[in-house]
């Protein structure tokens, strides 16, 4: 049994090092010099809510890496809508954008009005009355946000979205593993699988109401799908040797897979309705982690046919493998941008393993982060942000960084060591 999780490892080219327990904070690391300067003042009314709506959307969008939110102790005013604001006082702050608004009870629920104002020009962009029940405000924050943040920018707002990503506590033999799945901003952190045994390589469905990964709980590594709501699953493959790197198609229909049922691990895909399987490389090297590009008509992979891991794109339905990495001798876990203009990966450079962006057609590749020891990335369903797994002084952490490397954060995670997070689509 270890030496077949051994050899599994071996074969998801992953050179993952022991994470400890993660912070419990939103920390932001490192500001984008380009960030629009915006306050969001806090809710009139809301000092009795059992959660700061008002800082959950600062939060937010400071973590884009679009916005600098204003501190509340250099806010001069506190308005609570727009007739209130003197627009005088928050351009003398450099302020871009406001966000104003109140919260009143109306039962057991609480409505919420806001609005967002254009400081320069003094006219209201945006104004909605937001009902939520206490348990909802969290959500509620984030629908918010989302609105404010797709306003300003043109872009899909992502905060509503959820993660997904393993833990470990524990030692050798006693070690527990567990799937969580919790909010964007890693709040709500809930466990929907434990096991004594490695649970690796969860993978989003289209609709966000599954996951796939791997786990090993038979003695042997399988592929799960599991609905989250429910908490029901099925096993999709159990073959001999490595079944590994399951990741949904963006119909939904398919699975994407690394198995080495005949030999080496290869890239296969398994339509998941009647469990057909269609073995889509055939080289001798190891070729694992695939990801479907956003059109489904390809896919990316990691492959070691060159001596060491590069990432390859293969047309579905005919023709070979192209190679598309070339710059150092590491780049692994290639995930595609929504738009599929670039892919995200692992680069290895001078200082260790981290994040990195390259463009497809171009191949300038940019390092994103300025860490060690960088694994596992996963993009936002609107491409502004993309999280991974890294170290921070010996605690293992969730990270995020923008999609220009701008700006960077970290998140809180469940305790244990940290690993393998992916970012879901968007809930509808």
């Given at each position: 049994?270890?030496?077949?999780?051994?050899?599994?490892?071996?074969?998801m080219?992953m050179?993952?090092?022991?994470?400890?327990?993660?912070?419990?904070t939103?920390?932001?690391?490192?500001?984008?010099?380009?960030?629009?300067?915006?306050?969001?003042?806090?809710?009139?009314?809301?000092?009795?809510?059992?959660?700061?709506?008002a800082?959950?959307?600062?939060?937010?969008l400071?973590?884009?890496?679009?916005?600098?939110?204003?501190?509340?102790?250099?806010?001069?005013?506190?308005?609570?809508?727009?007739?209130?604001?003197?627009?005088?006082?928050?351009?003398?702050?450099?302020?871009?954008?406001?966000?104003?608004?109140?919260v009143?009870?109306?039962?057991?629920?609480?409505?919420?009005g806001?609005?967002?104002?254009?400081?320069?020009?003094?006219?209201r962009?945006?104004?909605?009355?937001?009902?939520?029940?206490g348990?909802?405000?969290?959500?509620?924050?984030?629908?918010?946000?989302?609105?404010?943040?797709?306003?300003?920018?043109?872009?899909?707002?992502?905060?509503?979205?959820?993660?997904a990503?393993?833990?470990?506590?524990?030692?050798?033999?006693?070690?527990?593993?567990?799937?969580?799945?919790?909010?964007?901003d890693?709040?709500?952190?809930?466990?929907?699988?434990?096991?004594?045994?490695?649970?690796?390589?969860?993978?989003?469905?289209?609709?966000?109401?599954?996951?796939?990964?791997?786990?090993?709980?038979?003695?042997?590594?399988?592929?799960?799908?599991?609905?989250?709501?429910?908490?029901?699953?099925?096993?999709a493959?159990?073959?001999?040797?490595?079944?590994?790197?399951?990741?949904w198609?963006?119909?939904?229909?398919?699975?994407?897979?690394?198995?080495?049922?005949?030999?080496?691990?290869?890239?296969?895909v398994?339509?998941?309705?009647?469990r057909?399987?269609?073995?889509?490389?055939?080289?001798?090297?190891i070729?694992?982690?695939?990801a479907?590009?956003?059109?489904?008509?390809?896919?990316?992979?990691?492959?070691?046919?060159?001596?060491?891991?590069?990432?390859?794109?293969?047309?579905?339905?005919?023709?070979?493998?192209?190679?598309?990495?070339?710059?150092?001798?590491?780049?692994?876990?290639?995930?595609?941008?929504?738009?599929?203009?670039?892919?995200?990966?692992?680069?290895?450079?001078?200082?260790?393993?981290?994040?990195?962006?390259?463009?497809?057609?171009?191949?300038?590749?940019v390092?994103?982060?300025?860490?060690?020891?960088?694994?596992?990335?996963?993009?936002?369903?609107?491409?502004?942000?993309?999280?991974?797994?890294?170290?921070?002084?010996?605690?293992?952490?969730?990270g995020?960084?923008?999609?220009?490397?701008?700006?960077?954060?970290?998140?809180?995670?469940?305790?244990?060591?940290?690993?393998?997070?992916?970012?879901?689509?968007?809930?509808?």
């Open positions: 049994m270890k030496i077949l999780k051994t050899t599994w490892l071996a074969a080219l050179l993952v090092t022991s994470l400890a327990q993660a912070d419990l939103i920390e932001i690391t490192r500001g984008s010099d380009r960030a629009t300067p915006i306050a969001v003042v806090p809710l009139a009314d809301g000092d009795d809510l059992p959660q700061d709506i800082q959950i959307v600062a939060d937010d400071e973590r884009s890496g679009y916005f600098e939110p204003l501190e509340r102790r250099a806010m001069f005013a506190r308005p609570s809508s727009s007739e209130e604001v003197s627009y005088g006082e928050w351009r003398a702050l450099d302020v871009r954008y406001l966000v104003v608004g109140q009143s009870r109306e039962g057991d629920a609480y409505r919420i806001y609005e967002l104002l254009d400081v320069t020009s003094g006219r962009m945006l104004g909605e009355n937001v009902t939520s029940q348990a909802g405000l969290r959500d509620a924050a984030h629908y918010i946000s989302d609105q404010i943040f797709e306003e300003i920018t043109d872009i899909r707002g992502a905060f509503s979205t959820r993660i990503y393993v833990t470990s506590t524990g030692l050798g033999d006693r070690t527990q593993y567990a799937l969580h799945v919790a909010d964007a890693g709040r709500n952190s809930q466990q929907i699988l434990a096991s004594d045994e490695p649970i690796m390589s969860p993978s989003w469905s289209p609709d966000a109401g599954k996951l796939a990964y791997v786990s090993f709980e038979t003695g042997r590594p399988a592929i799960y799908l599991q609905d989250i709501a429910s908490g029901q699953r099925v096993r493959t159990s073959f001999e040797g490595l079944n590994s790197a399951p990741t198609s963006p119909d939904g229909r398919r699975l994407a897979m690394s198995l080495s049922k005949d030999g080496q691990p290869d890239i296969y398994m339509d998941i309705g009647s057909n399987i269609e073995r889509i490389t055939t080289d001798s090297s070729e694992t982690e695939p479907w590009s956003p059109d489904g008509r390809s896919l990316v992979f990691t492959s070691d046919r060159s001596g060491g891991p590069q990432i390859y794109r293969l047309e579905l339905g005919g023709g070979k493998p192209e190679r598309i990495t070339f710059t150092g001798d590491y780049n692994a876990r290639a995930r595609f941008a929504p738009d599929g203009e670039a892919i995200f990966l692992i680069h290895r450079g001078g200082n260790g393993y981290q994040v990195a962006r390259q463009d497809l057609e171009s191949g300038r590749l390092a994103l982060t300025d860490s060690r020891q960088d694994e596992s990335p996963s993009v936002a369903p609107n491409g502004t942000m993309v999280i991974f797994a890294t170290q921070q002084g010996g605690n293992g952490v969730l995020g960084v923008s999609a220009d490397g701008r700006a960077s954060f970290r998140l809180p995670a469940a305790q244990g060591d940290v690993r393998e997070p992916a970012w879901s689509p968007f809930l509808n």
